[in-house]
């Protein structure tokens, strides 16, 4: 593995087994894209982190010294992954959260996932996972660390030319990949599912409906199910590292690469 | 902290940050009395934490060698605590497990809580939770390390005569407490929340089920409303630690101690 990893700023690869992070996932996450040094959408990044860590009850992370290391751990990487950990930090035995803690801040930078370069303008092909997403509003649309579900998900199919997963909660409804939001285009009007009792807010997410609202595009949270989806004009996938995936087949059922992607695509 | 730690068998504090329980929860654990150099239990922890890791795909724990660890760990323990994780182990980044990973052994051993002792013989109070459960067949019953709704929950109470707090999945029915099982009686039988779509399948109910088929008490697992609870002739907590905490109350409703929790008590 090539990865460097800072622990609470420090280069080190080891933290402490008391962490709540590993004893109970308590805390939460960001995966930021780095491009010729600079990291994408980080100011979307540290307010959805923040806002986490308000729901969840973190305190004391320090915005500054957190964005001062992000940046310095990012100026020499011309292409890369840097993923950011925030947990409650060392505490006791027990889920009563301490009453003081420090929070633990672990960052690692990867190599670029090597995706399939023609993805991105041909399309990606995607199945639907078996394994159903519990509802919790109070940690919808968190990027929190309890990601069980994911990785029982991601672990269904091993097929390389499948790009993604589709979710489903327990009621049927679509609630978007194991790594990506999805959105579907309906004459024009853009949808995408709520995040509200399941899935990741997704900064890529935030982006592509601010960029809609721009153009001018309707775009509307909402209920999905496989009708919906199947039924669409078009298809496509979102996060911080890809950006923006067509889908051209979801499993049986085909679609053409269209062109609310296309001018989404263009406008970030 | 008196705490000691292993892993993977040697006495250290520290693991990696790229362990996939930090990164993900990816991982089980059991929490575990040791009572005069003893494991209470040991074949049950065992057993669940095997079928759990047969249920998330995670291979290659060798029973033996972690028997012999933790056997080691207790014997000049009195009185303690012996809690061991199991993770899926080191991983490059992603959700997705590796084709092959050696999973990672995590024991520590900490103080006995300290509890009133007067719980175990005058009862317990306890409080509803307003944080709900998700639910999830998938995960239900499992010991995971995706424990974000018990610290939430626990968090939601200071009040150190406030023992226990119980929570409700989404539907409003009760599942158990943040750290234990719930049981009623009505009637002679027994109730307790099942296990299937939420809640952890706690070694002192499988215990307690068991004696009360030894006693010929007729016990059910069942879906259990916040009425059926006010309406119980008794109520009472377990969990491998507690044992058995007979309820005395829970909010405003008052119960008396019962002949049925008692029996079972000195039946274990």
Redesign the interface.
């Known amino acids: ?1 090539s ?1 460097r ?1 800072w ?1 609470d700023g420090r280069e080190q ?14 805390g939460l ?1 960001e ?1 930021m894209a780095v491009i010729d040094g600079q990291i994408r959408h980080l100011r979307y990044h540290l307010e959805r982190l923040l806002s986490g860590c308000a729901r ?2 973190i305190e004391g992370v320090d915005q500054a010294q957190m964005t001062q290391e992000l940046v310095e751990q990012s100026r020499a990487v011309t292409r890369g ?1 840097l ?1 950011l ?1 925030i ?2 930090g060392i505490g ?6 301490p009453a003081t803690s420090e929070p633990t801040r ?1 960052a ?1 930078l ?1 190599d670029w ?1 090597n995706h399939s370069p023609e993805w991105a303008a041909a399309g990606v092909a995607v199945r639907y996972c078996r ?9 919808a649309g968190l990027k ?12 269904e199919w091993s097929d390389p030319t499948i790009a993604e997963g589709l979710t489903l909660d ?1 009621a049927g409804h679509i609630i978007g990949g ?2 990506t939001n999805v959105f579907i285009v309906q004459r024009r009007v853009l949808l995408t599912p709520r995040v509200d009792r399941c899935g990741v807010a997704g900064v890529m997410r935030r982006t592509v409906l601010e960029a809609a609202q721009r153009l001018g595009i309707e775009a509307r949270e909402c209920t999905l199910a496989r009708t919906d989806i199947e039924s669409a004009d078009e298809v496509f996938l979102t996060n911080a590292l890809i950006g923006i995936w067509p889908v051209r087949a979801i499993e049986r059922r085909s679609f053409s690469l269209g062109a609310v992607a296309r001018e989404l695509l263009q406008a970030l």
Chains 1, 2 share one sequence.
């Open positions: 593995m990865d990893i622990v690869t080891m933290v402490s087994a008391r962490d709540r992070g590993l004893q109970y996932g308590d996450f995966t969840l009850g992954v993923k950990i947990t409650r006791a035995r027990g889920y009563r959260p672990i690692s990867s996932p394994t159903p997403l519990g509802e919790n509003p109070i940690l929190h660390l309890n990601r069980l579900e994911q990785v029982l998900a991601r672990s327990g194991t790594m």
